[in-house]
């Protein structure tokens, strides 16, 4: 296991990456965007994952699309790598595989991409698009990554599945990175897991404890071995990097206590058949408690809230069971995101080094 690699939120959609009243300095358009880019590459990030919205949800009245300010900042950046969501069923592969592609190009060989099986039905059905089932969306997206990756490598691509009919379809130019472009996906459910199996290269996971974390990798680990794969594994956090445990805690207090609780209702009820539909009852925020929501991606559970030494502790921790990366949202990103960069990271790796030293294997 190499070392562990960092990457943060975009706030490309309005109200942050909290569902609360309380007032944050966080912008989401893109003078903004730039600001936070350039500090994320100057104080050690590897990655930035702009998320997919366009309709509002949670309270995210105004949304820029993933892809579009990914090329963006591209170019006023040298060495962030820009991770892009894309919902299937509103994109199709082969458009976005040459989207992707020029990206790659523009910012030499910084794409990657997520690939997001969608739960926001009203998305769909707005825009006139079916809307599938949840093992059917899952499956839809193995053939959406199925005909990217012939699309990066293939002279010409082929294709008869169930979603999608590509005829001698060429693409050139070609990925910087060509087939190794990074291709991340999540999802709690079986249908995810086993697709994270099959044809991912990162697994990501909502916030959660170690242990619900651990269980999650041994069951991908165990899958993708069964394919003859390895998959790396992501996972989500909310930082809160105070001086002291106090007033980390506080912050958070006054999250939730100040939290849209129409806002969060509304996503609670938006997202409760993701969790309710899938052939376990497992899917994503099956379990997920109020609080939790406040944070839509239960950030607060994994636990980077407190000092510095604590939040580079429990990052460590989270390096023990498996993880390759960590994505942090933050609350206040014009402040927030270069205290991380200049308190926690730089600690992380100290820590990552005295494991080396001590001939501790992760």
């Known amino acids: 296991m190499g070392d562990l690699q960092f990457a943060y939120w975009v706030p490309n959609v309005s109200g942050g990456l909290v569902v609360s009243k309380l007032p944050q300095k966080t912008d989401w358009n893109f003078e903004a965007n730039k600001r936070y880019a ?7 990030f590897d990655y930035a994952l702009l998320q997919t919205r366009f309709f509002a949800s949670y309270g995210a009245e105004y949304q820029l699309e993933a892809i579009t300010l990914a090329s963006a900042l591209a170019a006023v950046t040298n060495k962030l790598k ?10 199709h592969p082969g458009v976005y595989a040459k989207m992707l592609s020029t990206l790659d190009q523009i910012s030499n060989g910084r794409a990657a991409v997520n690939v997001v099986s969608g739960w926001f039905k009203q ?6 698009e079916h ?39 060429p693409m050139k130019p070609k990925p910087v990175q060509k087939g190794n472009l990074p291709i991340f996906q999540g999802g709690n459910s079986k249908a ?62 006054d999250i939730v206590s100040d939290a849209d609780v129409e806002a969060v209702e509304g996503f609670r009820g938006a997202v409760k058949e993701a969790g309710q539909s899938t052939r376990d009852k497992d899917g994503m925020w099956a379990n997920s408690s109020f609080k939790d929501l406040v944070q839509y991606n239960d950030g607060f559970k994994t636990g ?14 989270l390096k023990k069971i498996g993880i390759d990366l960590v994505l942090t949202g933050h609350f206040h990103y014009e402040e927030d995101l270069q205290r991380f960069g200049e308190q926690v990271i730089p600690l992380v790796k100290q820590k990552e080094k005295q494991l080396k030293e001590e001939g501790v294997t992760v």
């Open 131 to 169: 809307w599938l089932e949840h093992d059917e969306r899952y499956r839809r997206s193995e053939e959406f990554i199925q005909v990217l990756r012939s699309m990066f490598t293939e002279e010409t691509t082929n294709h008869k599945g169930d979603f999608y009919r590509i005829n001698d379809a």
């Open 38 to 44: 350039q500090t994320a590459e100057e104080f050690g």
């Open 304 to 317: 980077l809230i407190g000092t510095p030494e604590q939040v580079a502790d429990q990052i460590i921790e």
């Open 192 to 253: 995810a897991k086993e697709m994270a199996a099959r044809v991912s290269d990162y697994y990501f996971m909502n916030g959660n404890t170690l242990e619900g974390f651990k269980k999650q990798i041994d069951e991908v680990r165990a899958l993708a071995a069964k394919e003859g794969r390895t998959v790396k594994f992501a996972a989500n956090g909310f930082a809160i990097v105070r001086d002291t445990e106090e007033e980390a805690v506080q912050l958070l207090r």
């Open 82 to 91: 820009l991770i892009s969501a894309v919902h299937p069923g509103l994109w």
């Open 123 to 128: 998305e769909f059905i707005g825009y006139g």
